[in-house]
C-alpha cells in the first residue's frame, strides 16, 4: 500500500487561539508532530493557508503545500493538497495525522493503513482515563460495534453526555485518519450534514453512508484541545 501524510494546520482556532504555535520541548506543536513520523514516512507535508506558518516551513525545511482559507475541516483541507501531491507521488491512501496530537507515532499509523485493507475509512480509539475525562465536551466519543473480529464506529459525538451512557462499548476518539484516496476524493465533495456542522465533526459526513474502521489501543494518547492540556502533555514528555 502507497501512502501520503498531510498534517492540517491552521491558525483560526476558536478553541484555543494562536495553537499550532504553542511550544512543545521548545518546538511549535505542528513542528513536533511533523517529526515524529517525517524520518519513517518522509512523504508527510503540512496542509496550511497561513503565510506564518508556511514561512516557519520553509525556514526550518518542513515539506508544505498551500492550501485555500475556506476549507471547513482538515480533510477538506486535505482534499484539496492530495491534488498536489498526486503530482509528485503514486499512492493509494492517505493518512491524516492532527498537528494537536503530539503522542502519534508511527506504529498507529501502521494501524490505520491495515484497516484500510478492510474500510474506506480508518481511525483510532482509546478507553476513557476517568468519569472526568468522559464528560468533558472537549474530547470526542465514538460508540464501536464488532463485526467479524474487526471493528467499525456507529456513532461520534463530543456533546455533555451522562454517566449512564459510559459503558464498554464507549471509547475516546483519537483524532487520526486514514482514507482510500478514491474514497477521500468523494467525500470532500459531499456536502456536511446539519449534525457534522454542528459539532464541528468531519466524520460524522461518512457514517450515514459508510462504515469507519476503528482500532482500539490501550495507551492514552493526549490531544492538544486546551491550554490545560499543553500543560498537562509538557509535564508527561519532561519526565519522560
Known sequence: MNIVTLIPVRLASTRFPNKPFSKIKGLPMFHFVYNKIINEYPSTYLATCDEEIENYCLINNINFIH??????????????????????YEFDSVINVQGDMPFINPKHIELLTKN??????STLCCPFINKKE??????????????????????????KLSESVMNKNTFHHIGIYGYKKSFLKD???????????????????????T???????EENILGVDTEEDLIRVNEILNNE
Open 134 to 159: 468522559f464528560l468533558d465536551t472537549n474530547k470526542v466519543k465514538v460508540l464501536i460495534k464488532e463485526h467479524k473480529r474487526s471493528f467499525f464506529s456507529k456513532n461520534f459525538s463530543r456533546v
Open 187 to 209: 467525500f470532500v465533495n459531499a456536502s456536511p450534514s446539519k449534525r457534522e456542522q454542528l459539532e464541528k465533526l468531519e466524520q460524522l459526513r461518512v457514517i450515514a453512508n
Open 67 to 88: 492550501t485555500n482559507d475556506t476549507h471547513i475541516s482538515g480533510t477538506d483541507r486535505i482534499g484539496e493538497a492530495i491534488n498536489f501531491l498526486e503530482k509528485k
Open 116 to 121: 484500510l485493507n478492510e474500510y474506506v475509512m
Open 211 to 217: 462504515k469507519i474502521g476503528i482500532s482500539i489501543i
